[in-house]
Antibody
Framework: QVNLLQSGAALVKPGASVKLSCKGS????????IHWVKQSHGKSLEWIGY????????DYNGKFESKASLTADKSTNTAYMELSRVTSEDSATYYC????????????WGQGASVTVSS | DTILTQSPVLAVSPGERVSISCRAT??????VHWYQQKPGQQPKLLIY???KLTSGVPARFRGSGSGTDFTLSIDPVEADDTAIYFC????????FGGGTKLELK
């Protein structure tokens, strides 16, 4: 079945970078976009951006343009999100999700990856 | 940004009907989708494009609305429906509502 498997929890020092991964299986990886979503402290959801794994084109929420960098590796069916110069505000759970229905919806979600920023 | 507003908490008894509202600050056509998130789990897509039911989701869940006002209805509510429900729009970039926590009496 369709599945997105994310990397595990990360503990990161302030000012450092962290790279999260999201591996797709059970479907043609390059046929669907991958979105990334932030959830802080079990609260609401913020859309970070999406990437087209086939072309590598990425589109970002303006709020995250200087924070997140989205990439994808077609050979391993894996999407990545790198967060740079992290602060306590970046402590959250991050989800990847598959974009479907002309990329209007997020129909399958990864299990989430917790990022904790602490010295 | 298009802001989506939801009531924070709703409490209902099992077997009753509940309506969860989502209001947008500007028109988003019918590009509103609903997700259910249970504690410790990832969000799950229930309804897309305002009223289309995702495969495998019980017909107790129903979506309606267009423009700026949207509703997710559950009838009848079951104990397993305890969760947070988020609306999301994809007409103008993508934004999510603040979520409605559904509690059972």
């Amino acid at each position: 079945q369709v599945n997105l498997l994310q990397s595990g929890a990360a503990l990161v020092k302030p000012g450092a970078s962290v790279k999260l991964s999201c591996k797709g299986s059970g479907y043609a990886f390059t046929d669907y976009y991958i979105h990334w979503v932030k959830q802080s402290h079990g609260k609401s959801l913020e859309w970070i951006g999406y990437i087209n794994p086939d072309s590598g084109y990425a589109d970002y929420n303006g709020k995250f343009e200087s924070k997140a960098s989205l990439t994808a590796d077609k050979s391993t069916n894996t999407a990545y999100m790198e967060l740079s110069r992290v602060t306590s505000e970046d402590s959250a759970t991050y989800y990847c999700a598959r974009g479907a229905y002309n990329n209007y919806i997020m129909d399958v979600w990864g299990q989430g990856a917790s990022v904790t920023v602490s010295s | 940004d298009t802001i989506l507003t939801q009531s924070p908490v709703l409490a209902v008894s099992p077997g009753e009907r509940v309506s969860i509202s989502c209001r947008a600050t500007e028109g988003v056509d019918s590009y509103v989708h609903w997700y259910q998130q249970k504690p410790g789990q990832q969000p799950k897509l229930l309804i897309y494009k305002a009223s289309k039911l995702t495969s495998g989701v019980p017909a107790r869940f129903r979506g309606s609305g267009s423009g700026t006002d949207f509703t997710l209805s559950i009838d009848p509510v079951e104990a397993d429906d305890t969760a947070i429900y988020f609306c999301q729009q994809s007409w103008n970039d993508r934004t999510f509502g603040g979520g409605t926590k559904l509690e059972l009496k």
